[in-house]
């Protein structure tokens, strides 16, 4: 009897996904939704068994996992949370492509809308239908600011800075940008704005103004709220338009802007016409694009300053994939979230900052969950749009 290889789909909607894959070292059994009921992960890993279960508690679910493999004399770590990686990131983007008629976020962090200090772990997860997973420390801050001073496509990055410290003034706050990863300028200006406006989102207070514009002496902005995204921008300059829209996108704020002077003047208009618009509280997030990432916090200040620092990283990454974690060897870990990372097509970048404890990986299961859960959180402007630019999921 020929049995068929690969995905059979048991049940699938926009809360409640349940598949079965079947290759030829294993079977999985996987039922991920909204939480009713207790989460059930049956695998030979205990510790890897608590993990999984960890984030889908995170993002307030429940799942039943049932793992068994084909051949029970030979029983392979990598093959168990590798697998299983694959089916609970399939299950991911099924329930992902459900939502996308609706309209659903697409990205988050584990930093979203928390006041005070860093986590010892940051997480951040970007659908954008191409597939990265690292694990790093910031050791290298100064290489990264290095790399954002080069110039980078039709702008320089004395502009860019400009149109950040006009943004800061002009919203009466303080920006502090933390690049955390990166070896692409525009990979790390493209992580600073969409963290940007990620922070942006969660500044927003509880005022009414739904449109505000401000007419500058070299700048004309305009920014509303809207069901869904639509960006008129003339600045000059194509990648600050491309800038730009990471704000739109990532804010949820409808931006038209027209400048014809300096990026201080665009900045100072449209920092007021989002002050004005209501995002005027503190907020921060993690902007994550490819192989960059870069924290953006935004708080109310007199000092209305601009400024990139710089977070001191932890030695665990050089020890991370050494030995054990309970009953699971770290490498495995490791390749779980490739493998879910790679299934859903997403940037998945995890930090490890210096107040990072020894036990990393409950820290960084934690983190995963509560990225996802932002991610799949209901966002109306994006309805009908692709995983960012690089999505292909109909």
Partial sequence: MKVKLGFKVISEGPNRVGLRRETNESIITLLLGSKRGKSSVETPLKYFNRMVASIAKEMGYAVKLKYRPK????????VITEDTGIVFGEALKRMLEQRMSTGV????????????????????VSVEGRSRFQII????????????????????????????S?????LGASITIIPLSGSDPHHIWESVFRGLGCALKHSVTGRKTRTSGVSGLSADVLVETGSRRNYRLATGSHFINHMLEHIGWNSGFNLDVKSWGSAWDLGVALGCALKNAGAGGAGIDLGVIDEAAAVVSIRPDRRLEFTVETVEGSLLPRQILAGKQGDTKRVDLDDFYGAVAGSLGAAVNICLLKTAKEKAWDEIASGFGSALKEAFSPAPYLAGT???VKGTIE
């Fill in 71 to 78: 051949n029970r004399r030979i029983q392979s770590t990598h």
């Fill in 105 to 124: 976020r697409q990205r988050g962090s584990n930093v979203g809308g928390k006041k005070g200090r860093l986590p010892g772990v940051i997480v951040g």
């Fill in 137 to 164: 420390a910031p050791t290298h801050g100064d290489d990264v600011h290095e790399i954002i001073r080069w110039p980078v496509e039709d702008s320089n990055p004395e502009e860019l800075r400009a149109l950040l």
């Fill in 166 to 170: 006009g943004m800061a003034a002009g």
């Fill in 386 to 388: 692709t995983t960012g």
